[in-house]
């Protein structure tokens, strides 16, 4: 059982350059969500999903953009990434049960930005 | 809005002392509660959660939590710590019926022999 598959585990990218995060999760659960991992701060919530074709901004969404377009997958673009964008990103799948959500995280992908 | 404030980023303790990691939230709706654990290079694991059945949660790993709705708090505790519970702790909170888990900013649990 795979649970929430997040590729690659590592990148070093290049002030200016563009990539995507690819997350997939086999759970079948309807929310998903992308956090970064940065010292001192917890996880902070970038963009979430509630179901295929419908997201909405976290708490930090600027500099990244999403898309919904299967239950399954939600990649993560980073359109021009800058030095503040190296953290650890992390994807995580949830579902409600007696109205609290438990998130299923990833293994986290370590990006740096040089 | 919601919010979360655990006090203390790191805490040492001595293997077979009592852990108590301390977690405080501001919440305008009943909340839903979750302590999550992260070892090393992974990603977060759920401890417990708390949902308004019981103020007080039992999770994995000997771990148990309790909801003080008067104290806005919701501690987790450990009676007897092993060196296997060295990692990093988050507590988080949802609000209802919600999916935006915000979380605090962690606490980082230290074992020593």
Redesign the interface.
């Known amino acids: 059982n795979a649970g929430v598959t997040q590729t690659p585990k590592f990148q070093v990218l290049k002030t200016g350059q563009s990539m995507t995060l690819q997350c997939a999760q086999d759970m079948n659960h309807e929310y998903m969500s992308w956090y970064r991992q940065d010292p001192g701060m917890g996880l902070r919530l970038i963009h979430y999903s509630v179901g295929a074709g419908i997201t909405d901004q976290g708490e930090v969404p600027n500099g990244y953009n999403v898309s919904r377009s299967t239950t399954e997958d939600f990649p993560l673009r980073l359109l021009s990434a800058a030095p503040s964008q190296t953290s650890v990103y992390f994807c995580a799948s949830s579902y409600t049960q007696g109205g609290a959500t438990e998130a299923f995280f990833g293994q986290g992908t370590r990006l740096t930005v040089v | 809005a919601q919010s979360?404030t655990?006090l203390g980023?790191h805490v040492s303790v001595s293997e077979g002392a009592l852990v108590l990691l301390r977690c405080n939230y501001s919440s305008s709706v009943p909340p839903?509660l979750?302590w999550?654990v992260q070892y090393p290079?992974?990603?977060?694991?759920?401890l417990l959660?708390?949902?308004?059945?019981a103020t007080l949660v039992k999770g994995i790993n000997g771990f148990e939590a309790e909801f003080k709705k008067s104290e806005t708090s919701f501690h987790l505790t450990k009676p007897s710590a092993h060196m296997s519970d060295a990692a990093e702790y988050?507590c988080a909170v949802?609000d209802?019926?919600?999916?935006?888990?915000?979380?605090?900013?962690?606490t980082r649990l230290f074992v020593k022999a």
């Open positions: 979360v655990q980023s839903y979750f999550y290079n992974q990603g977060l694991q759920l959660k708390y949902t308004s059945a988050f949802s209802t019926g919600g999916f935006k888990t915000i979380f605090g900013a962690g």
